[in-house]
């Protein structure tokens, strides 16, 4: 049974995930990392969520990406962009919020023989 939606619930219907910018320095150790859990879960029900690692070295770039279960909670999650985790320490406790759009990436590891 689909029911026929607005073209603005369309849209929200886009991004179920968001994207964090975040201190790595204030994201030490697995309490820290919680705490940003903690904080990602006062907008909704999380499904996943992941750090960004640089492929070569490794190491956390200062980005993370959660995953909700309702469109809605994005909404929530994203009325404040720039917001501070309560249980991290200052000045390392301000994060960016922002939905993940997935745009199409051209491929590079191809090579076009003319």
Do not use: C, W
């Not at 994201?27 to 859990?37: F, K, R, W």
């Not at 770039?61 to 200052?90: C, E, M, P, W």
């Amino acid at each position: 049974m689909n029911a026929i939606r607005s073209s603005a619930q369309r849209g929200v219907d886009l991004a179920k995930t968001i994207t964090i910018k975040h201190n790595i320095e204030g994201i030490a150790n697995m309490n820290d990392s919680l705490a940003l859990i903690d904080h990602l879960k006062k907008f909704g029900t999380l499904v996943t969520f992941n750090f960004r690692k640089d492929p070569l070295t490794k190491e956390r770039t200062g980005l993370a990406f959660a995953s909700y279960l309702h469109y809605d909670d994005v909404n929530n999650a994203i009325k404040k962009r720039s917001q501070i985790v309560d249980k991290l320490k200052a000045p390392y406790n301000s994060i960016e919020i922002e939905p993940f759009n997935q745009k199409s990436r051209p491929q590079t590891n191809q090579i076009k023989l003319i």
